[in-house]
């Protein structure tokens, strides 16, 4: 059971348009709970598809956030993408210790 008040994760959806849109998430206190956000928003969005998202960047931690991972939206579910590892790239944007 998640902490009251205690959010861990957070990110954003990166979409497959022209204009390279962007879409954040707010802080969750769980994966599961972030995607149940995700899939949420997707029904009620007018805008955005399954079909627009390019991937999902989940980040960890809120004063110093971390790349958690990064998802593809698949079967209504976050889907961990093993082709990008996250420990690299949080060493590339400076955001490992």
């Known amino acids: 059971m998640a902490r009251i008040g205690f959010h861990n994760y957070h990110g954003q959806i990166i979409l497959h ?4 849109g962007r879409v954040l998430l707010p802080m ?6 972030l995607s149940n ?7 009620r969005s007018l ?6 998202i ?12 971390r790349i958690y991972g990064y998802y ?9 993408d093993k082709s990008k590892p996250a420990f690299i790239h949080n060493i590339l944007y400076g955001l490992g210790d």
């Open 54 to 65: 390019q991937e999902i960047v989940v980040m960890k931690g809120s004063r110093k956030p």
């Open 28 to 33: 969750m206190p769980t994966l599961k709970a």
């Open 37 to 43: 956000y995700i899939a949420g928003l997707l029904d």
């Open 47 to 52: 805008n955005i598809s399954p079909e627009d």
């Open 17 to 20: 348009s022209k204009q390279g």
């Open 72 to 80: 593809d939206w698949v079967d209504g579910k976050l889907k961990l």
